[in-house]
Every structure is written in structure tokens, then in C-alpha cells.
């Protein structure tokens, strides 16, 4: 019997005066839940390179300062889809954010972690419990300098 293999998600924290961007999804498993953009990681690619484009063709924002921020292990059991999600920390450089793919996304905004809309993405319940939680989170403060 041959198993699906699982995927690398990539998703992006983009930092910006103490807020990050985050996006309702669409047409996708998870639909109508909330997460920061990001997508799969395609052949060849680093998670940075999938960072840089992923944000580009979601929001036509550019970014920089590409950093690992965490890993989850994350099984979407009723969509039978297995993720392992490579989360990356990053600072906004410009271009105010648009939603470019309405078919994957449908609405954005700039929030923190006292401001999280719900319901948030699955990978979302692995990454708030993590270790790594901490580190984002003092992350996210220092953007605000």
C-alpha cells in the first residue's frame, strides 16, 4: 500500500512595529482559519527562497532578515494531510500588503499575539504550545524599535 508522503509548509512571520501580517485562507485545507502567509517548499528551494516568494506572490510585500523561528509536526487528520511546518521570522521592507491570490486568501491584517483572530490554522495549536513560542514572541517585540 502506498502511504502519502508529507509536505513542508513554510510560514512566514513578517515583523513590522510590534504587529505581524496575518491572512484568512481560502480554497484550502484549513479554509477559513487564520495564519501568516506561506506555502509549500518546491524542489530545490531553501525555506528562505520559499519565504521570499511565497510573501511576494501572496501579498507583493518584500521581506528581509530571514530567520528560523520553529518547527511543527502537523497532521490535518479529516483532510488526510500531513505537514511538517518550517516557520521563519522576517522583517517587512516595503510594499504595503494586498491580497493577490483571492482564490487562497480573504482578508489580511497586522496583529500581535494579544490580538490573534479566530480560528486559527492547526499548525497554530502545535506552534503556541512549542519552545520556540517564547523566542518569536521577544522577537516580535523587538521589531517595534
Request: glycine share 8%; net charge negative.
Amino acid at each position: 500500500m502506498n502511504e502519502p508522503n508529507p509536505r513542508v509548509g513554510v510560514g512566514v512571520f513578517i515583523f513590522r512595529n510590534g504587529k505581524f501580517l496575518i491572512q484568512q485562507r481560502k480554497g484550502s485545507h484549513g479554509e477559513g482559519t487564520w495564519s501568516v502567509p506561506g506555502g509549500h517548499l518546491e524542489y530545490g528551494e531553501t525555506p528562505e527562497d520559499t519565504s521570499h516568494r511565497e510573501v511576494l506572490e501572496e501579498t507583493g510585500c518584500e521581506i528581509g532578515n530571514i530567520r528560523f523561528a520553529a518547527v511543527t509536526n502537523d497532521f490535518f487528520e479529516r483532510e488526510s494531510k500531513h505537514y511538517i511546518t518550517w516557520w521563519v521570522m522576517s522583517d517587512w521592507l516595503k510594499n504595503e500588503p494586498r491580497i493577490l491570490e483571492p482564490n487562497k486568501c480573504t482578508a489580511q491584517m497586522w496583529v500581535d499575539f494579544d490580538s490573534l483572530p479566530e480560528p486559527l490554522f492547526l499548525p497554530w495549536r502545535q506552534l503556541l504550545q512549542s519552545e520556540f513560542i517564547e523566542n518569536i514572541k521577544q522577537e516580535l517585540e523587538r521589531s517595534k524599535q
